[in-house]
């Protein structure tokens, strides 16, 4: 059973900064792709950012240069660093990954930036 827990949303000002993180367990982390998803108000949910077995990364262009996703074999954790926020980036943010042919995601976090 694999589940994905992620934390750290918030409000935050426009330009601020918040970390949101997602703890793996139930599935070898090391060898997954792991992905960070948002879903704007009234709007499909958007692939933001990937981040490979051998730690290469992959940004939408909405968010390069901003936002930075690691991770941390050793505490089966994935990250996103969010800086320069904008009002835009207002959306539950999601973890994740595919296990054995299946498709997970944790429960989402909110991330709420104020203008």
């Known amino acids: 059973q694999v589940q994905l827990v992620e934390s750290g949303g918030g409000l935050v000002q426009a330009g601020g900064s918040l970390r949101l993180s997602c703890a793996a367990s139930g599935t070898i982390f090391s060898i997954n792709a792991m992905r960070w998803y948002r879903q704007p108000p009234g709007k499909q949910r958007e692939l933001v950012a990937t981040v490979t077995p051998g730690a290469l990364t992959n940004y939408a262009d909405s968010v390069k240069g901003r936002f930075t996703i690691s991770r941390d074999n050793g505490k089966n954790t994935v990250y996103l660093q969010m800086n320069a926020l904008k009002p835009e980036d207002t959306a539950v943010y999601y973890c994740?990954?595919?296990?054995?042919?299946?498709?997970?995601w944790g429960q989402g976090t909110q991330v709420t930036v104020s203008s």
């Open positions: 994740n990954t595919v296990w054995r042919g299946n498709t997970y």
